[in-house]
């Protein structure tokens, strides 16, 4: 298939896209779904521009823009700290055969744990306030990353090991020269799926413990049947859930770039 | 030879078990100090025989695992149809492509508000959200497992003369039986996850809500013992869904 061709699908691809958005226009204008439920593109869409302050009429609305911000803040905050905690464990754990012997079945047990479950144990302890919620975010999303690290230390190639022991490299060494680099591809992989994590356990919690942001935002729209508003939270989640995700692809490629021959 | 074993099989019990010692030690000495948010392991031990004895244990679990195994017999369904067809046509799979990207990433708790504002609470909400969680994993899992479908047994297939749906149904489908089970064990993971995080954010029903419940009446026992037993029903269901799938690779001849 030639350069043409895909350029051609691509193209289809966006076409279909557009089509479903038609499909939505369709059912909602002319009223097989109810418009409780399903607002229309075009009120989805004023509620955005309205929200986001967008609309140029100024004074009012502008909330969205503020609820974005709390929900990305909270969601980048626990993961840049699940992630530090998440690499620092695993290293400690996964370089030490003898630890991850005693420890790693536990690990093992809390994995399948859901992190939301968390929240009612972390509002009796912290109550309801924003660190609640950062904490409950963090500790969720470092899982993936902790597990990974500590997967990644085990998968150490035995030579490169032996190599260490030969250059009588300190424990320091050998985790910063050997154990991170190797470990790395599995660590960033851990760190995308905490990405997605910290947004999750940072809507629930903003559902739960009434903190603002985008969470908060839309069950409210909800319980007040601002449909055009709920959908226009969904949409912004959608798009910090591409957005994010995108970004680290790119970054996950070029650090990993000096592993691909 | 024996010591070794017992050793080996005593080893993992032990982390867990200073661990609860040290939480039990904590919370007796913050209960002395009169904070009722904390409860020792021994009380919630106790509590979690009581909800055992009454039953509520029982309903609340048969209520999260049901639902989510429908939400995931729906969200699976449509993946894997889904999947196979978009796996089968290149041509589909591009222009299907675009879509895909936009919609996978909308976090599945986004749609909770949606979901009750269409279905109310219970059951219908929750299947809902646990189906779109899950079908976006199957989807993709399944998508690469058809593609990477022997070439030759489709060229059968096309010999053969076989509708597109027998090449499904006799070909395709059993040549990716083993990353099927791989993926299905994926969607048991996340439908549990979801079904009790949609409990916990809204649904007044199931385990999810039970642990809610206990924490807003102040009894960290019994909200210990639900953390507890959401930990272990976890456990278990992953892992028996790793020895089906460890059984099914044995069965079709893959090393896993």
Redesign the interface.
């Known amino acids: 298939m030639n350069d043409n061709r895909?350029g051609l699908?691509?193209f289809?691809?966006?076409?279909?896209?557009l089509a479903?958005v038609a499909l939505w226009w369709v059912a909602s204008n002319a009223g097989w779904v109810s418009r409780?439920?399903l607002p229309t593109p075009q009120a989805t869409f004023a509620s955005l521009l309205e929200g986001l302050n967008l609309s140029g009429s100024g004074d009012s609305g502008g909330e969205l823009l503020g609820f974005t911000h709390a929900t990305v803040g909270r969601m980048i905050e626990g993961w840049l700290l699940a992630s530090l905690f998440g690499v620092l464990l695993g290293a400690a754990i996964g370089v030490s055969p003898q630890v991850r012997?005693?420890?790693?079945?536990?690990l093992e047990?809390?994995r399948?744990?859901?992190?939301?479950?968390?929240?009612?144990?972390a509002?009796?302890?912290f109550g309801l306030n924003p660190g609640m919620v950062l904490f409950v975010v963090a500790f969720g999303a470092m899982w993936p990353v902790l597990l990974a690290t500590v997967h990644g230390f085990a998968a150490v190639e035995p030579r490169l090991a032996e190599v260490a022991r030969c250059l009588q490299m300190s424990r320091a060494a050998y985790i910063w020269k050997m154990g991170l680099p190797n470990a790395m591809p599995d660590i960033l992989a851990g760190m995308r799926l905490a990405l997605?994590i910290a947004?999750?356990v940072a809507?629930?919690g903003e559902?739960?413990a009434s903190q603002s942001g985008?969470?908060q935002a839309?069950?409210l729209?909800?319980?007040a049947?601002r449909?055009s508003d709920?959908?226009a939270?969904?949409v912004l989640?959608?798009l910090i859930?591409?957005v994010s995700?995108a970004l680290l692809a790119v970054a996950e490629q070029r650090l990993l770039r000096w592993q691909r021959p | 030879m024996t010591d070794g074993r017992l050793f080996r099989w005593l080893r993992p019990w032990v982390f867990p078990i200073v661990l609860i010692g040290a939480f039990e030690w904590y919370a007796r000495r913050a209960a002395a100090l009169g904070s009722d948010a904390l409860a020792p392991p021994s009380a919630a031990a106790k509590a979690f025989v009581g909800a055992a004895m009454d039953g509520s244990l029982w309903t609340a679990t048969g209520f999260t695992l049901g639902t989510a195994a429908l939400g995931l017999l729906l969200g699976a369904v449509l993946g894997i149809a889904l999947g196979v067809v978009l796996g089968l046509s290149r041509r589909a799979a591009q222009l299907g492509s675009v879509s895909i990207e936009v919609l996978r990433p909308v976090p599945s708790v986004a749609l909770i508000p949606l979901a009750m504002l269409g279905f109310g609470f219970g059951v219908r909400m929750e299947l809902a959200i646990v189906a779109f969680a899950t079908f976006w994993p199957l989807l993709v899992l399944v998508q690469a497992a058809v593609q990477q479908v022997e070439p030759r047994l489709l060229e059968v297939s096309r010999v053969l003369g076989l509708s597109a749906r027998e090449r499904a149904f006799k070909i395709v489908l059993p040549a990716i039986v083993p990353r099927l089970f791989v993926a299905l064990r994926l969607g048991v993971a996340v439908a549990l996850v979801v079904a009790v995080t949609v409990e916990i954010a809204a649904n007044p029903n199931g385990m999810g809500y039970a642990m809610m419940i206990a924490q807003q009446s102040f009894d960290p026992a019994l909200m210990l013992a639900w953390l507890g037993w959401i930990g272990v029903v976890g456990f278990a269901v992953n892992a028996g869904m790793l020895m089906l799938q460890r059984a099914v690779s044995r069965r079709m001849g893959v090393p896993s």
């Open positions: 895909i699908y691509r289809g691809s966006l076409g279909v896209l479903l409780v439920f012997a005693w420890v790693q079945p536990t047990f809390i399948p744990l859901p992190a939301s479950a968390l929240l009612p144990l509002i009796s302890i997605t947004l999750i809507v629930v559902m739960i985008l969470g839309i069950l729209a909800a319980r049947f449909a709920l959908f939270g969904i989640l959608g859930g591409f995700n």
